[in-house]
């Protein structure tokens, strides 16, 4: 079963940008049909933010549509989130993963993004 790890989180400025990476190890990211990238803030529940198929079908949450951009390169066994024009709102812990009860034990460390003036 592949482990997820994340980086690319940081400090931003509203209105600014950030690029969030993924790749998976003891397994290959396109095994996954479907991979996303989900975020969580304090005192609230896990969101998914995005999702990306084999086939590059993408879906994004409402609120970053236009925004935020999501891609994946299973020869690289990479995945990215492109944020842009960031919002305080978006500030949370981002996670990547697989979509599917089968990756209950793959979330990694996350990484942390922090939108402010």
């Known amino acids: 079963q592949p482990q997820f790890v994340e980086s690319g989180g940081g400090l931003a400025q509203p209105g600014g940008s950030l690029r969030l990476s993924c790749t998976t190890s003891?397994?290959?990211?396109?095994?996954?049909?479907?991979v996303g990238w989900f975020r969580q803030a304090p005192g609230t529940q896990r969101e998914r933010v995005a999702f990306i198929t084999n086939h590059n079908l993408t879906r994004y949450l409402d609120s970053v549509k236009g925004r935020f951009t999501i891609s994946r390169d299973n020869m690289k066994n990479m995945m990215w989130l492109q944020m842009n024009d960031l919002k305080p709102e978006d500030t949370a812990t981002y996670y990547c993963?697989?979509?599917?009860?089968?990756?209950?034990?793959?979330w990694g460390q996350g990484t942390q993004v922090t939108v402010s003036s």
């Open positions: 003891g397994g290959n990211l396109r095994a996954s049909y479907a």
């Open positions: 993963n697989g979509l599917g009860s089968e990756y209950d034990n793959s």
